[in-house]
């Protein structure tokens, strides 16, 4: 189907309306969309490159994609599981390959802990039902980790090797979860995270500005990161993940932790590759490049968690109300679900049953809808999560999409 000029013009309006206001708007934000065969239905940069920027945010512009990453990570997962070296389902083998995991223990409401009953798996990591959690998404997990703290965005393994907060398998929990399962593939394959992305995905798929170690070229078109204030008021802040931004030498490299939950810095547009080639079953149109098996594919977009039907409703608090804003309902579909590292749900923007879709800490949000033929991804640096204004940027996006697709 054809994407109109016309419904190019009220997306560009859109994002241009959702910038208009310098103070209590957003700074800036990229959204993209792209069609089966890989080509381009919008691309469209508006704002500034952060609060107090007089530069222009452009669709160069390189963000921290933050948790958009386990997508990748699972690819990196199920391309190994398709060549028979990693397991979906051996927990032997997960805890042979990390070792960490064998002791860890389970933290009770009372902050007391107790031995875990069975090992993780790597379906267990992919689908947030191995028991990690995220200390700015759990109170219990938070409160337990005083006075230090557990800072997630250290680069340093220490801070990923956490109490779980319920047995393997017998629940729902976003975390750190995916960050172990990049760590199977690493010590799977003797490579560094990003080593392996960049040789099995990104290079095949002739992406060049995707990374968990920014270039210089790709650091000097960073975006800013920004606050927001209970009031709405913007303000600039560092940057949340600032190890791999001043790395410099391979020996700090080396020592500084790929992260698979959350470590890549990408230009949005391809990253919408990335999602293109799924939308192909796992061959990009663009390259002629297959990553992976069409029955990987449909396996990744299956509801892997049917026995936890209302994971998505059971709410997020806002632990760290500097990092997030309370989520009582991840989305509002009526069928939801988790594949192989994200989750699935239809919803009320006319997007299919089963489309894939997940998000980044800093209010990024994708979808890939196979059924439809489309995918996309608005993207911004803004903190705490779940921006209501970036909601409803990406669902008057998405709306217009599939209206004019239609």
């Known amino acids: 189907m054809e994407f109109s000029g016309e419904a190019a013009d009220t997306l560009r309006s859109a994002l241009d309306n959702a910038c208009a206001d310098g103070d209590k708007g957003l700074p800036g934000v990229v959204g993209v969309v792209v069609g089966k065969d890989g080509k381009e239905h919008f691309a469209y940069a508006a704002g500034k490159r952060g609060f107090g920027s007089s530069d222009p945010m452009t669709l160069d512009s390189i963000f921290w994609i933050a948790s958009c990453t386990k997508m990748i990570t699972g690819l990196a997962c199920m391309q190994l599981v398709e060549r028979g070296e990693l397991s979906l389902d051996d927990a032997t083998q997960v805890e042979r390959l990390c070792p960490e995991l064998k002791d860890l223990q389970v933290l009770q409401t009372n902050g007391s802990l107790v031995a875990k009953k069975r090992g993780i798996t790597l379906r267990m990591l992919l689908t947030h039902t191995a028991g990690f959690g995220y200390t700015f998404f759990h109170e219990g997990l938070r409160d337990y980790s005083k006075p230090i703290g557990y800072e997630e965005f250290s680069g340093q393994l220490e801070d990923l090797i956490q109490p779980l907060v319920h047995q393997p398998g017998e629940g729902w929990q976003y975390g750190v979860g995916v960050d172990w399962a990049g760590f199977c593939v690493e010590r799977t394959t003797k490579q560094s995270l990003n080593e392996y992305f960049q040789s099995n995905i990104f290079s095949p798929l002739g992406l060049k500005n995707i990374s968990m170690f920014p270039s210089a070229s790709m650091k000097e078109k960073l975006a800013y990161m920004n606050g927001r204030t209970p009031d709405g008021q913007l303000f600039p802040r560092d940057h949340l993940l600032h190890r791999p931004l001043v790395v410099v030498d391979q020996p700090d490299i080396e020592k500084c932790v790929n ?113 439809k033929g489309v995918a996309g991804i608005v993207c911004s640096q803004i903190l705490p999560f779940a921006d209501a204004q970036v909601l409803g940027l990406w669902v008057t996006l998405e709306s217009a999409v599939y209206k004019a697709l239609a």
Not at 281 to 300: C, H, Y
Not at 325 to 345: E, R, V
Request: net charge negative.
């Open 259 to 371: 992260s698979g939950g959350a470590g890549c810095f990408a230009k949005p547009q391809e990253y919408c590759q990335i999602l293109v080639t799924l939308l192909n079953n796992g061959t990009s149109p663009t390259t002629g490049a297959q990553i992976l098996r069409k029955e990987t594919v449909d396996m990744m977009f299956q509801n892997q968690i049917p026995d936890f039907p209302n994971f998505g409703r059971q709410g997020i608090p806002n632990s760290k109300p500097d990092l997030t804003n309370a989520i009582p309902d991840l989305y509002p579909g009526h069928h939801q679900g988790w594949g192989l590292s994200f989750m699935l749900s239809d919803g009320p923007t006319g997007r299919s049953p089963g489309t894939g879709h997940w998000a980044g800490l800093p209010n990024l949000y994708w979808w890939c809808d196979r059924e």
